[in-house]
């Protein structure tokens, strides 16, 4: 038996006996995406009596939270995402205890330098290597910032995570380690595919026709970028690079069809760069011990010193809604929350500056209600309580289903005009007498 392995049975305990060191009060760590514990989680939910104002930091859960389902939850966790996923959006209403922390994503590993330390964190990893660490798999991210800023750190294995090959921070050593439990191996989350409607597939044509060969990717979740991959896939497009924050299974798809090559890329020739990653089994099975791909941390994946450097850099993502002076809500519908910002700010703005580079941001012009009314995604001014998640000055192309237009250096006339023109044709008066109203509607452009 090698040294790490007598260091590894001197640390393996049970989950029961690995959260007793939980106090009352303190700054729990989640770590994110498929790493969120889940045994680990289920034992501090029992403790839960005994235990009150214990502070949890996580995000993008991939499965419901044990802490967040009991029912005086809020007595005794309070837990913080950074990026709201829909299953910590379920949690958040009923109980009272699940909020949402407003970041800029590619600065998280950062903000631990500045928040209080963890008391202690909780990652779901790979086994333990020949050499004594543990591999994040697909959720790089921040944890190796999130570790270094830890009391005490407790490892929950699962023989079913990928392993994901970076260049740096993407793996734990025993020796920063205090104890271990082995999982029941539960099979990774997934996220299944969505069939894209009719208005995504438009959408996608629309954002298809401003791709070129050599260009880079950056796709975020969502049946329209999924569109886009697969419209790709079907094309003669070739030697694409990726870009990403988040690695979906419409990269994997593009990458078996030859597709990508990264030879482009100013940096990280050949390989496909995202900080984390879910999606399908195939996926996950694809990115395992895959030299092509490089896990790295979002501040190196989403930096947009990086990102402006790339040539014909394309950053697709979607919105909620936008309104005439080309400010676009991600995040938030009215008052209630759908999303975190994420990484569209830096993707927005790196696109935004990079050589022949393009930001689309994609909204359904239109939105039916449960009970079959329409009203429009493209509104005069943004709904009470909406969250600006990019701003009016760096918001390049907005795509619809009837269209795109490109706001980089127009005028607040402008503006308003090329976006209701690419509105429901039902809304455009209403627009356009809200638009006078405001201002910013020049009389000679009137219809």
């Not at 399908?280 to 011990?289: A, F």
Request: aromatic share 8%; net charge negative.
């Amino acid at each position: 038996m090698n040294e790490f392995l007598k260091e590894y049975q001197s640390k393996l305990t049970t989950a029961d006996e690995a959260v007793k060191c939980v106090k009352s009060g303190d700054w729990v760590d989640y770590s994110w995406n498929l790493a969120v514990p889940i045994e680990l989680d289920q034992a501090l939910a029992k403790r839960a009596p005994e235990l009150h104002d214990v502070k949890i930091r996580g995000g993008l859960s991939m499965h419901p939270l044990a802490v967040c389902d009991l029912e005086d939850a809020a007595d005794h966790f309070t837990y913080n995402s950074a990026h709201v996923s829909g299953v910590e959006r379920k949690h958040m209403a009923p109980k009272g205890n699940v909020f949402y922390t407003p970041i800029r994503y590619s600065e998280l590993p950062s903000y631990y330098d500045n928040m209080e330390p963890n008391d202690v964190m909780m990652i779901r990893t790979c086994p333990m290597d020949e050499h004594g660490f543990f591999n994040f798999g697909p959720n790089t991210s921040h944890l190796a910032a999130a570790a270094r800023h830890s009391k005490h750190i407790i490892i929950e294995v699962n023989e079913n995570m990928p392993k994901c090959l970076g260049g740096f921070e993407q793996e734990i050593h025993i020796s920063k380690v205090d104890a271990i439990i082995e999982s029941s191996n539960q099979p990774m989350e997934t996220v299944a595919d969505s069939e894209p409607t009719d208005v995504d597939i438009k959408i996608a044509k629309l954002i298809f026709e401003e791709l070129s060969d050599g260009c880079c990717l950056q796709l975020g979740i969502g049946k329209t970028p999924n569109a886009v991959g697969s419209m790709i896939a079907e094309s003669d497009l070739k030697d694409l690079g990726v870009q990403t924050e988040m690695y979906v299974d419409a990269f994997m798809k593009l990458a078996k069809a030859g597709k990508i090559t990264g030879r482009n890329k100013p940096f990280d020739v050949g390989r496909q760069s995202y900080a984390f990653a879910a999606g399908s089994q195939e996926m996950y099975d694809y990115l395992d011990n895959n030299p092509e791909c490089l896990a790295a941390p979002v501040s190196y994946t989403n930096d947009i010193a990086h990102l402006q450097q790339i040539p014909n850099f394309m950053s697709i993502n979607s919105g909620i809604n936008v309104d005439l002076f080309g400010q676009v809500a991600s995040e938030t519908a009215g008052l209630r929350h759908i999303s975190g910002a994420g990484g569209q700010q830096d993707f927005v703005m790196g696109a935004y500056l990079s050589p022949g580079g393009k930001s689309f941001l994609c909204i359904p012009a239109v939105r039916t209600g449960k009970d079959g009314s329409r009203s429009s995604n493209i509104v005069p001014t943004l709904p009470q309580g909406a969250v600006v998640t990019a701003t009016r000055t760096n918001t390049h192309f907005v795509v619809t289903e009837y269209g795109k237009v490109n706001l980089k250096g127009m005028s607040t006339w402008e503006r308003a005009e090329k976006l209701i023109g690419i509105a429901a044709p039902e809304f455009y008066d209403e627009l356009v007498s809200q638009a006078e109203q405001m201002g910013i509607w020049r009389k000679s452009n009137k219809k």
